[in-house]
């Protein structure tokens, strides 16, 4: 990654000097007036300026407190052929980074400058870390005792020590960002940075500065450089949720990113290099998308290199009084403790959940805070909540594919999933231009059991 220094001097001699000994170490602007310096400062982006105390008839503390009000980011050295202890006071005290005596060496420099460089680095990537901190949801535990969820975390365990690209899918409010932290806490180590992205909560024409970064006066507001997530998750992991909701075009350039490992700011001309793995989720399914035009296919599969699902809550009754006693211990701290009669329990055992764990957790806090006992019973249990679902409305839940009409005589299970079999067989067909082995490979059978598939479904090949 390119390292810009503002060096200011009004002798052209020791520039020259200096951007010789610099040469290859980082890009080196001069200029040997303080006006100069502070219009290139204006203009480029700059990590690091060395400022003359003695500019002629410019005073270097001066232009040390302008930049400072101005780029207050940029770090500041201050150089001078005379040891002032009054000088290094002032310096120190209106902002500057270190003070440099000339005459010097210049390994004396080269190690300044690489110190101050690294420090940069951590600074900056530690600001956004905290930015980006999320503790509520770094704090929660997995809970869970289904064979649902078994499932799911025994394939996710199975991720650690692997790079691999992973793909959650599930409905809203089933924990697949909880499920994300939990992929990256696999590697137990703290220096890994985990960076979390809702790309449908970012406003559209925010989320590629968002992402990429963008350098000083890109475009109307950008007043300092910003990293953006795919370089603050260089060495660990980025989490992409809502992935969907990401245009075309965008896209396509998160593609390149994922192959060809580097990423430019907007408003920058130079790739930087970036190492990171994309934890992405989704509550849509993205092969109906990649079907309709709506996902790049190219991107999908660089996505799904493992996929996993996380199931919904009625896939998971079980887990539901679990749950419960999570949710009453964790908000009943306030209020006094709460216990739950069994008919209610049973009854939130019964209902659908369409929000997942994510409304359980809220109607168990507002039972803890509306209910006035102790005692929480049915008829503490939320109107809004009917805890039934009619037979007809799960149907066109469960299958979307299908209608559904109140009084419609329903078919026999051997003709549902024959028909369901069937349009599952056709669409990856479709997706695979006919190629059978391409649709073996995808359905995980062998070419013979295909071709009888084929032969018993009706269809044509």
């Keep these: 990654m390119a390292y810009h220094i503002l060096w200011i001097d009004d002798d052209t001699a020791f520039l020259e000097t200096v951007r010789t000994s610099l040469d290859g170490l980082c890009e080196l602007h001069v200029a040997t007036s303080l006006s100069q310096g502070l219009q290139l400062l204006s203009a480029r982006p700059i990590d ?51 003070y440099l005596s000339k005459p010097f060496d210049i390994d004396e420099l080269i190690a300044l400058i690489e110190k101050l460089r690294a420090v940069k680095g951590i600074r900056d990537r530690h600001d956004a870390l905290v930015a980006d901190l999320n503790p509520a949801s770094a704090a ?70 968002e992402l990429f970064g963008h350098e000083r006066g890109a475009f109307t507001g950008a007043t300092q450089r910003k990293l953006g997530k795919f370089e603050l998750a260089n060495g660990g992991d980025i989490f992409l ?38 934890i992405s989720a989704t509550n849509e399914n993205l092969e109906r998308l990649v079907a309709k035009g709506q ?31 999570h949710f009453l211990d964790k908000y009943g701290k306030t209020t006094g403790p709460k216990r739950i009669t069994a008919d209610a329990l049973r009854r939130l055992q019964e209902y659908d959940w369409p929000g997942n764990v994510r409304e359980l957790e809220n109607v168990i806090h507002s039972l803890i805070i509306l209910s006035p006992d102790e005692i929480i019973d049915q008829a503490c249990l939320p109107q ?10 799960r149907l066109q839940r469960d299958f979307p594919e299908t209608t ?13 999933v ?16 006919g190629d059978k082995t391409a649709v073996a490979t995808a359905l995980h059978v062998g070419r013979t059991t295909l071709y009888s598939k084929l032969k018993e479904l009706g269809i044509a090949h």
């Design 48 to 98: 690091l300026v060395l400022l003359d105390i003695a500019l002629g008839s410019e005073n270097g503390l001066e232009g040390l407190q302008l930049i400072k009000k101005d780029s207050n980011s940029v770090d500041v050295v201050m150089v001078s052929g005379e040891r002032d202890p009054r000088q290094i006071v002032q310096s120190i005290r209106a902002g500057a980074a270190d």
């Design 140 to 209: 929660h535990q997995f809970i869970g005792v289904s064979t649902a969820f078994r499932t799911m975390l025994s394939q996710t365990d199975r991720l650690k020590g692997h790079k691999a690209n992973v793909l959650i899918e599930g409905e809203s409010g089933t924990g697949k960002e909880l499920l994300a932290r939990y992929i990256h806490s696999l590697e137990h180590d703290n220096k890994r940075p985990f960076i979390a992205v809702n790309c449908a909560a970012i406003p559209e024409g925010l989320i590629e500065s």
């Design 241 to 278: 949720d809502e992935i969907s909701s990401l245009r075309l075009d965008l896209q396509a350039k998160i593609l390149r990113v994922l192959q060809e490992k580097e990423v430019v700011r907007v408003g920058g001309g130079h790739p930087l290099r970036v190492d990171f793995r994309v």
């Design 295 to 325: 996902f790049r296919m190219d991107l999908f599969h660089r996505l799904r290199v493992i996929q996993l699902h996380a199931p919904a809550l009625r896939q998971r009754r079980e887990d539901i009084p679990l749950l419960v006693a």
């Design 384 to 393: 809004s909540t009917s805890l039934q679902v009619h037979d007809q409305q």
């Design 404 to 416: 559904w009409q109140d009084g419609d005589q329903l078919p026999c299970l051997r003709e549902y």
């Design 418 to 433: 024959r028909t369901a079999e069937r349009t599952y067989v056709e669409h990856v067909m479709q997706m695979h231009g």
